[in-house]
């Protein structure tokens, strides 16, 4: 489906996002499912079976059921499922198509994407079809992403990596400031420890090596290019004692910041 034209697609009636009643079942017809249905729990708990094999559902429980598919399902009184559904039809070859279950882990934007494709046709909206090909294509792109993106493990891997190098470019963008571990830590939504940890893994050098590397290395720039002495550089910089400055300075660069000016 990555390569289907959202024009292609066939829009059904049955569509809802609902809350279901405590007796609530889905029982096996015997006629087969007919067409697709893109099938999401939001919250409860319960069980569908789907071609004699039963899956146990909660929130982020998807399925993409397929035309012969045979289906049914049953839920727990007391932890009431709430499902969206959406019917739909293609009508060209279809050549990838996702799988037919999976447990979505970030669910914001494909939750939104549901709820836009239904409000689409509650109010009635202008062109609600046109958008609703889009959004419903959007949400068969998300599928297959999930599917070909390998284990969450993998996905909260790249998002802490994405977070340490954001604080690494934000260090860098600023480093006169004298930041502190607790204040970058919650800046990538991390305990102080075990953001210090990811730090020194993914950089190669602990947050305050870091921090005075990237000082210095702009000190080198403003003492060469900026035509600044070394008073103001160690000022701009955040330096109280310019005696340290420059020892820091020839620590770490082999000269003092006279020899640079």
Excluded at 25 to 54: H, T
Excluded at 176 to 193: C, Y
Excluded at 195 to 208: D, H
Aim: charged share 25%; with cysteine.
């Amino acid at each position: 489906m990555l390569h289907v034209s959202p024009s292609s697609l066939v829009l059904l009636p049955a569509f809802a996002k609902i809350v279901c009643e405590p007796g609530w079942k889905w029982q096996k017809r015997e006629k087969p499912m007919a067409n697709y249905d893109l099938f999401y729990v939001w919250s409860g708990e319960g069980e569908v079976v789907l071609n004699g094999r039963p899956y146990k559902v909660g929130k982020g429980s998807c399925f993409l059921f397929r035309p012969g598919d045979h289906t049914s399902a049953t839920h727990d009184p007391q932890k009431p499922l709430v499902l969206t559904y959406i019917h739909f039809d293609v009508n060209e070859q279809v050549d990838v198509i996702p799988e037919a279950y999976r447990r979505l882990h970030e669910v914001v934007d494909f939750e939104y994407l549901l709820s836009r494709y239904v409000r689409l046709f509650l109010i009635q909206t202008y062109a609600a079809e046109e958008e609703a090909r889009l959004v419903l294509k959007m949400l068969l792109i998300h599928l297959l992403r999930e599917d070909n993106e390998g284990p969450v493990e993998r996905k909260a891997s790249n998002q802490l990596t994405e977070s340490i190098h954001e604080v690494a470019n934000y260090i860098r963008q600023n480093p006169g400031i004298a930041h502190r571990v607790e204040d970058l830590a919650k800046r990538a939504q991390l305990s102080p420890r075990y953001f210090s940890i990811k730090f020194k893994e993914m950089t190669g050098m602990s947050v305050q090596t870091y921090m005075i590397r990237t000082r210095i290395e702009r000190a080198q720039h403003l003492l060469m290019h900026a035509g600044m002495n070394v008073t103001e550089v160690a000022d701009a910089l955040g330096y109280r004692d310019i005696f340290f400055f420059s020892r820091q300075f020839k620590q770490y660069t082999g000269k003092s910041p006279s020899e640079i000016r």
